[in-house]
């Protein structure tokens, strides 16, 4: 069945620094994949829409600049968090799929000391 | 915009024994899904099932059904027979049917945890 793969699984990074995440779609072309952001215990919240070949829609409140997205092909979309802060220690999901049917990365838990 | 309510936030049931999630959900359009999804301890989302809005018929998937109720915007999981397995956060969610072969953004509930007792 259709695959999609988030990497890393886990990351630590220091104040300041960039991280990026990759979510790939593994047996199916993707041109939109899905950015969630979840705190613990509590429900995933869309950040934006990765549409390959074009620019990102995002989600009032969430900020282009400190969260980048690429999805130069049709395979792979990356998140990158720019001059992270302890705030934006989270859990990010990726989605992607084709028709009715949803697929979701593993999901990376990003802290930043 | 569309909204998702899951009014439970935790559900706990002995193993062996019969389950119902709550979830409504308010929209203005005719075409959508809405799903159950299951979140155990490793946080990878599970697809537990699926509903078309235009499909009457209530969704089954072995030991999980739903009650689909369109006019009351309705949406409850059916758990049966309990399993220590099923403890996990379930999320119901909405997607509107984007049509063609894109699959589009969802919105979910607050999510219920659920308890399974042995």
């Known amino acids: 069945g259709a695959v999609v793969s988030q990497h890393p699984s886990r990351v630590i990074c220091k104040s300041g620094t960039s991280v990026k995440i990759e979510c790939r779609s593994l047996d199916f072309q993707a041109t939109t994949m899905f950015w969630y952001r979840q705190f613990p215990k509590k429900s995933l919240m869309l950040m934006a829409t990765?549409?390959?070949?074009?620019?990102?829609?995002?989600e009032q409140g969430v900020e282009k600049d400190k969260f980048l997205i690429n999805h130069a092909s049709l395979t792979l979309s990356t998140l990158t968090v720019t001059s992270a802060h302890p705030e934006d220690s989270s859990f990010y999901i990726c989605s992607a799929g084709r028709t009715s049917k949803g697929f979701f990365g593993q999901g990376t838990r990003l802290t930043v000391v | 915009a569309q909204t998702v309510t899951q009014s439970q936030p935790e559900m706990s049931v002995q193993e062996a024994e019969t389950v119902t999630l709550s979830c409504t959900y308010d929209?203005?359009?005719?075409?959508?899904?809405l799903f159950w999804y299951k979140q155990p301890p490793s946080r990878q989302m599970i697809l537990v099932i699926r509903q078309e809005a235009y499909k009457q018929q209530n969704a089954t998937e072995n030991r999980f059904s739903v009650n689909f109720q369109k006019a009351a915007k309705s949406f409850s999981l059916k758990i049966s027979d309990s399993q220590l397995g099923d403890a996990a956060m379930y999320f119901c969610a909405y997607r509107r049917n984007a049509g063609g072969t894109s699959y589009g953004k969802l919105t979910f509930g607050q999510g219920t945890i659920l308890t399974v007792h042995p």
């Open positions: 990765s549409n390959e070949g074009s620019k990102a829609t995002y």
């Open positions: 929209t203005s359009e005719s075409d959508y899904y």
